[in-house]
């Protein structure tokens, strides 16, 4: 079975990408930047690898790592990033640099060390990168995380173009808001929990075990011949604006 990292894993959608995965038969490498979170999460299942992939030599040294652990990647699922929020005039210089590095340098560091690790074996693969419908439409108070995320949207599709040639496939998905660690605090009570139901076409909150099935599928054989493309699942809320009665 191919072999799949996962950076992020100790998060939500990381560890429901993992239970995914696993199910679906894969081998799995699953990284983040505490081993002991990865190790509450997974016990001792799968190769764990600590590391800190918002610089080029994390990334590369997860990537080592793994390798030296005789995994070749077939697969990328790059599950890291945060949700900073608030109205860019308010936004200390430090939250916003935290944002760009978690959502987009990050992206940018991991791709190129997996897509490296590819070519150097001439290997084709597949990765999935996360972004947010935030990035696609205006969404108040999103400004940072909108701008990280439409960068990790441009980084794949240009990405794609590159290492196609080379069988290396990038797709991206675009949640609305998740049920995950990330969301705790902003949908921490019923009140705000509706309010945030009620922003969607179709109404609702969404799931990490919904976003990885999509996950899941980009990576795999039958999406073959699906590359630079941006994968919305947001009820809607991008794309459509029904009839208010
Ligand atoms: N939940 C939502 O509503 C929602 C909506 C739109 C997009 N997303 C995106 O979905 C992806 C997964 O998020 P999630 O909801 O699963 O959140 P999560 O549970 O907080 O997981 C995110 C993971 O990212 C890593 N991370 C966070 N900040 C980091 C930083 N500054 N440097 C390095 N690693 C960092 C953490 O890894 P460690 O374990 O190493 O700390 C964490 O496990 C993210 O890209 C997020 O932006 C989420």
Known sequence: MPTVLITGASGGLGQALARRLEADGYDL???????????????DRHLQVEGDCTTSAGA??????SALAGRHLDGLAHCVGNIR???MHRMRDADFADCLQANLISAFHTLAAFVAHLRADNRPGAAVLV????????TPNHEAVAAAKAGVEGLARAAAATYAA??????VVAPGIMETPA??????STVAREAAARQYPLPG????????????????P???????????LDGGFSSIRPIVK
């Open 222 to 232: 039958a999406a073959a011949r699906v590359t630079g493309q941006v994968w919305s």
């Open 131 to 138: 972004s947010s419908a935030a990035a696609r439409i205006g």
């Open 205 to 220: 909150i969404g799931s990490a075990d919904e976003l990885a099935g999509l996950m899941a599928w980009l990576l795999s």
């Open 29 to 43: 490498v699953l990284a983040g930047r505490d081993s002991g979170r990865l190790q509450a999460a997974y016990g």
């Open 60 to 65: 590369q040294a997860i990537i080592e790592k």
């Open 85 to 87: 929020l608030g109205a």
């Open 183 to 188: 969301t705790t605090g902003i949908l921490g």
């Open 166 to 171: 080379n069988g290396i496939r990038i797709n």
